[in-house]
């Protein structure tokens, strides 16, 4: 079965510091999100991308956050300056309306 | 809002036992509802799913049933394996084809 990757698996970075999260969706699917989740708490919607923009953010996803498609394949999520509050897993998802796929996610410990 | 609601954990069961973790939710009209699991470091899978009233999602041996006049997707199996020993997630499907999430209930089997 196709799946979405996601690098790295674990960043560690300082407070303070520029981050990006890296995905690869599956070739073909048209709608990308990022979620996240803090340890011990639920999954969190950070972003929807559609058709080359955001379609949809939560009021998580704030000026901090950027989402790209830099390629045409590539789908990147950057927080500019990240606080503590940022340490969660972060989930790329990529899909169609019928399924969604879920990456193995990057673990980000901000320091 | 959208919001679900899922029953806490862990739960804990002996192999074989009858598992049902229990699922509600609050909706505007008739989204799609999903179980999602995620194993011990992995990401998260889709389970089953199921989109409109009175429909049975099933896979692996786990069924929900969507219950309109309840609200509910409760996620049901005969009998758990030691396999089984995830942390099960209950969503609602949003706009953009976003997800909702419960808080996840973490599921022990014990041999």
């Known amino acids: 079965e196709p799946e979405v990757t996601q690098t790295p698996s674990h960043q560690v970075t300082q407070m303070g510091q520029e981050v990006i999260l890296r995905c690869v969706p599956i070739?073909?699917?048209?709608?990308f999100y990022w979620y996240r989740q803090i340890l011990g708490q639920k999954v969190e919607f950070l972003v929807s991308?559609?058709?080359?923009?955001?379609?949809?953010k939560s009021e998580i996803f704030d000026d901090q956050f950027s989402v790209e498609r830099p390629d045409g394949s590539n789908f990147t999520l950057k927080i500019r300056s990240t606080k503590l509050e940022d340490s969660a897993m972060y989930f790329c998802?990529?899909?169609?309306?019928?399924?969604?796929?879920f990456g193995s996610g990057t673990q980000l410990s901000v320091l | 809002g959208n919001s679900v609601t899922q029953m806490e954990g862990p739960v804990t069961l002996s192999e074989e036992a009858f598992l049902t973790i229990n699922c509600t939710y609050t909706?505007?009209?008739?989204?799609?509802l999903f179980w999602y699991v995620q194993y011990p470091g992995e990401g998260l899978q889709l389970l089953l799913k199921?989109?409109?009233a009175d429909d049975k999602g099933s896979n692996k041996g786990f069924e929900a049933t969507y219950r309109k006049e309840t609200t509910s997707f409760h996620l049901e199996k005969g009998s758990v394996q030691v396999s089984d020993s995830a942390v099960y997630f209950c969503?609602?499907?949003?706009?953009?084809?976003?997800?909702?999430w419960g808080a996840g209930t973490k599921l022990i089997i014990k041999p």
């Open positions: 998802t990529s899909g169609t309306n019928e399924k969604l796929f």
């Open positions: 070739s073909n699917h048209l709608y």
């Open positions: 991308f559609y058709n080359n923009e955001i379609s949809e």
């Open positions: 909706a505007t009209g008739y989204p799609s």
């Open positions: 199921a989109t409109k």
């Open positions: 969503a609602l499907g949003g706009s953009n084809y976003q997800l909702i």
